[in-house]
């Protein structure tokens, strides 16, 4: 390594003080390209690329919350129904098959808890509620049981869902 360096301080003393300037000169032309080429550049595409995906990813959220808007009913439509939502609730689910816990969820609407159901028994009986008696399923969390059964935890509302 001593020799090497040697070498390039003996070619270096050989140069004029023109020389060194144009060879200094060059070279940091030459660091310039590099950065441009291996730092500056890529950044950018990987910028141009990200608001490229950025803007794809906001018309697809505007196409799907029209679609959701056009398929689910306006929220004000919706009659109460004349028995109250609990024991229509609690009157479909036994209808069904299904043993339903009811309770407050923390948004306010009333939550139903089923545990250990089928699949094909819970999404009737959801489809049921929806359709038939108009109610708005606001939230639905699904846990699969090793025996291949769920347990369920949601909450439902008459139009549409608070917050």
Do not use: K, Y
């Amino acid at each position: 390594m001593n020799r090497i360096m040697s070498l390039a301080a003996h070619w270096w003393g050989g140069r004029t003080l023109r020389e060194r300037r144009m060879v200094a000169v060059m070279n940091l032309l030459l660091l310039a390209v590099v950065v441009s080429l291996g730092v500056v550049r890529p950044v950018l595409d990987w910028r141009a690329a990200a608001a490229d995906r950025a803007a794809v990813a906001a018309d697809v959220l505007v196409e799907v919350r029209a679609a959701v808007a056009a398929i689910r009913p306006a929220g004000s439509t919706a009659p109460a129904p004349a028995e109250g939502l609990e024991p229509l609730v609690r009157r479909t689910a036994e209808a069904a098959g299904l043993e339903v816990v009811t309770l407050m969820s923390p948004s306010g609407q009333l939550g139903f808890q089923l545990s250990r159901v089928g699949s094909g028994p819970l999404f009737a009986w959801l489809a049921v509620l929806e359709t038939d008696h108009r109610l708005t399923i606001c939230s639905l969390g699904v846990t699969e049981n090793a025996d291949a059964t769920l347990n369920v935890e949601g909450s439902v509302s008459v139009g549409g869902c608070v917050g």
